[in-house]
């Protein structure tokens, strides 16, 4: 496997670390990983993820890895498998240099087919190459020393700012969102959102309209900003990412939508009852059509959902939601499906 692979070239390091050392993670490590030890302290922009070393004995920090917060010069070592998206690994690689020591490394890894050979290349530019290794022809690792070069930096595309993305097409009052690297799609408009959002109002045709709203994997609050602009309503909004929670806050407080931001996995510690629940679910985006994630979602939305209230998913065509809700919901109706995505309303 990838993961693994290239989490275990890292890990043959670990051994060697005795002094200060940093872990920089976002997705979940493999079953094996080292046992905590005092001296490696971890931070990840997943909130599962911190949760999961908490419990595993490490010393975790959550954020949309704002390594300001650490203390500068400080690390020994630096270990970091490399992340999907190019913007966030180059701000990773170009933050290590202000949090080494002076003679302090940075080891990466990674498959070849995620670019870990250009990752390397374009290290060397900021420190001194030390050495490459590998697991096998696919899984590559390498050590870099810290050069002092300070003045240089590999492009992160301003990894940290928030930035306007546009308006939302078609809508009557078209809404200005900002959002940055490290949120998923984070410089679009996702297309299934706003097929929900056009199909919302027909939801609230003959009922009541909605006085709180849960939107489940917020992102950065295209749907809860826009459905409590519709019904002027309160929003609560859950993300496990720590970008898509800083994104989601600015723009609720932008359009001054009265609101609360919670990093938590699903809707974990909330016990709040809504009269609306929105989710835009992270399961059509290259998790297995049959697994547990959509079977925790749909409870998560019953169990937060108030008498009479209602349930709007969007998912991609191919997502056997309807079946999988059968045997939580009362009512489950399908509103729209097109090539691509579908809407589903559910209710007890």
């Not at 500068?72 to 933050?95: G, P, Q």
């Not at 809508?171 to 679009?188: L, R």
């Not at 600015?250 to 996995?265: D, G, M, R, S, Y």
């Not at 998913?313 to 059968?326: Q, W």
Request: a neutral charge; charged letters at 20%; glycine letters at 4%.
């Amino acid at each position: 496997m990838i993961k693994s692979s290239s989490f275990e070239l890292l890990f043959s390091q670990f051994s060697n670390s005795t002094d200060k050392a940093l872990w920089v993670l976002d997705e979940t490590p493999p079953e094996n990983s080292p046992a905590a030890t005092a001296n490696i302290e971890v931070i990840s922009n997943r909130y599962d993820v911190v949760a999961l070393m908490q419990s595993l004995g490490y010393s975790a920090h959550f954020s949309d890895f704002a390594f300001e917060q650490l203390q500068a010069n400080s690390y020994s070592r630096i270990f970091y498998r490399i992340s999907k998206e190019k913007a966030l690994a180059h701000h990773i690689i170009n933050s290590a240099q202000n949090l080494l020591t002076v003679d302090g490394q940075l080891i990466i890894s990674g498959a070849k087919q995620e670019g870990i050979k250009g990752y390397i290349e374009r290290a060397a530019t900021l420190y001194e190459h030390l050495e490459t290794f590998k697991a096998d022809k696919q899984h590559w690792a390498a050590c870099f020393k810290q050069a002092g070069l300070f003045n240089r930096a590999l492009d992160d595309k301003e990894y940290t700012h928030l930035r306007a993305i546009g308006e939302a097409a078609g809508q009557q009052n078209p809404t200005e969102f900002h959002s940055k690297p490290g949120v998923f799609g984070w410089n679009k408009i996702d297309a299934g959102s706003q097929l929900l959002l056009e199909h919302l109002a027909d939801v609230y045709l003959h009922r009541d309209k909605p006085k709180n709203l849960l939107d489940i994997g917020c992102g950065y609050g295209y749907l809860c900003v826009s459905a409590a602009k519709m019904y002027q309503c309160s929003v609560t909004a859950t993300d496990n990412n720590a970008a898509a929670i800083n994104a989601c806050s600015f723009n609720l407080i932008q359009h001054k939508v009265e609101h609360k931001v919670i990093a938590t996995n699903c809707t974990a510690g909330i016990t709040e009852q809504f009269d609306l629940i929105l989710c835009n679910p992270p399961f059509h985006t290259g998790f297995q059509v049959e697994n547990d994630l959509t079977e925790q979602f749909l409870l998560a939305a019953k169990a937060r959902l108030r008498h009479n209230g209602v349930a709007v998913f969007v998912v991609n065509l191919h997502i056997p939601l309807e079946r999988k809700a059968k045997n939580i919901f009362n009512i489950i109706k399908t509103l729209s499906d097109d090539r691509n995505f579908k809407i589903v309303l559910l209710s007890q």
